[in-house]
T-cell receptor
């Protein structure tokens, strides 16, 4: 799996958009960008994934640059409950039963302040 | 739908002992993975089971072993516990879909 680079920590004001960057300059053509988050004392939670087009779901938006070497996770209106460690992971698409492990780095600790 | 449940939530063991951790996968998920998360670090992949067979393993010694049962639940066994085995152990289940569903983990302390 390609390596990712994320800032160690970020702060965001409650109600504002949180933009979390991720660099993945060695990403392969068949690798997707996945985002997970881990709230203290819980297991990681899947947020969103994408290949090359921008994606949006009920939790967040994912913006992937045209060269696919970096991406940004956007939480449009951050709340205090969004305080967590956010992990950016690149890997091939899970096709069920295959050995497609998740390779976690240290992630970005996002702190949402009141 | 039920999520992934792990038991026990906390456990204290003595160095040299053996431990078994359990995981019930999310309904409909046939693949189970186990991860070890040391304090301040991201989770590290231990191994994965699919249809009761191990089909992938991370950089962990053989004293880490597992099982997957016909109902897709799973066990992680660790023999000859060492102090460095103290960590949060996470189970994740998946099927054909975008992401893995993680349990809340078992906090193992080895003293």
């Amino acid at each position: 799996d390609a390596k990712t680079t994320q800032p160690t920590s970020m702060d965001c004001a409650e109600g504002r958009a949180a933009n979390l960057p991720c660099n993945h300059s060695t990403i392969s053509g068949n690798e997707y960008v996945y985002w997970y988050r881990q709230i203290h004392s819980q297991g990681p939670q899947y947020i969103i994934h994408g290949l090359k087009n921008n994606e949006t779901n009920e939790m967040a938006s994912l913006i992937i640059t045209e060269d696919r070497k970096s991406s940004t996770l956007i939480l449009p209106h951050a709340t205090l409950r969004d305080t967590a460690v956010y992990y950016c992971i690149v890997r091939v698409l899970n096709s069920g039963g295959s050995n497609y492990k998740l390779t976690f780095g240290k992630g970005t600790l996002l702190t949402v302040n009141p | 739908e039920t999520g992934v449940t792990q038991s026990p939530t906390h456990l204290i063991k003595t160095r040299g002992q053996q431990v078994t951790l359990r995981c019930s996968s999310q309904s409909g998920h046939n693949t189970v993975s186990w991860y070890q998360q040391a304090l301040g670090q991201g989770p590290q992949f231990i191994f994965q089971y699919y249809r009761e067979e191990e089909n992938g393993r991370g950089n962990f010694p053989p004293r880490f072993s597992g099982l997957q049962f016909p109902n897709y639940s799973s066990e992680l066994n660790v023999n000859a516990l060492e102090l460095d085995d103290s960590a949060l152990y996470l189970c994740a289940s998946s099927s054909r879909g975008p992401g893995y569903t993680f349990g809340s983990g078992t906090r193992l302390t080895v003293v």
